[in-house]
């Protein structure tokens, strides 16, 4: 049976997606670049069924999104100040952080290593619902594992309609370029991923790169 569709913006959509998360479901949501697929990120069952619906590699961690950067202790175990300078210059955004993470964090979120990435998105529906939720989203393409990325409720249907529990519809979303991923674990800081905040803009704040 496929997941039942909810235009974003109805009446407690946001709420009902929330409940969801919270009762260890999974959610499909739009974003700033495509549909994501979240899970609760401190349940580790619900990260399970997250690994289990795309078919993903075990070995492939599972981003973080938070609502704001005041949610970065909730995921990293150290916040340095160059992370601070670099959130509250790019995010909401696309620049994803990798950071020391917290002991507390199901291992399998972060594929058994000791580091998270981290990322506040700009898009107001997917902050609201990781407001809502009062925890951090696991949040991962809502495709299936190695397919393309869908930037609409209709392609999140084709591939994961029978495996997730809501699908927030918010209309397509802009597609485009994967976030940059910054590692902030080494000395110097290492890119990880190319993406639309460039290394130009980086060396604005970071004294050097890797």
Not at 45 to 66: F, N, Q
Not at 193 to 202: C, D, F, I, S, Y
Request: aromatic share 2%; net charge neutral.
């Amino acid at each position: 049976m496929n997941a039942p569709v909810l235009p974003a913006d109805s009446k407690d959509a946001i709420a009902q997606a929330a409940r969801l998360l919270t009762a260890g479901g999974l959610v499909v949501f739009p974003t700033d670049t495509v549909y994501g697929v979240g899970a609760h990120a401190c349940d580790a069952s619900a990260v399970e069924r997250l690994y289990v619906a795309k078919e993903r590699p075990r070995d492939m961690a599972i981003p973080v999104l938070l609502a704001t950067v005041a949610g970065l202790p909730l995921v990293a175990r150290e916040v340095p100040p160059v992370a601070r300078r670099l959130a509250e210059a790019f995010w909401p955004g696309a620049l994803t952080l990798v950071l020391p993470r917290r002991p507390g964090l199901p291992a399998i979120l972060t594929a058994g290593g000791d580091s998270v990435a981290v990322r506040v998105p700009d898009h107001p529906l997917t902050r609201a619902l990781i407001t809502a939720l009062g925890a951090p989203l696991a949040g991962t393409s809502a495709n299936l594992s190695g397919q393309p990325s869908p930037v609409t409720a209709a392609e999140v249907m084709a591939y994961l309609g029978g495996r997730v529990d809501l699908v927030l519809d918010g209309g397509p979303c802009p597609g485009g370029i994967p976030s940059t991923v910054l590692d902030l674990t080494c000395d110097p800081p290492r890119v990880l991923r190319p993406g639309p905040v460039t290394e130009a803009a980086l060396r604005t704040i970071l004294s050097s790169l890797a």
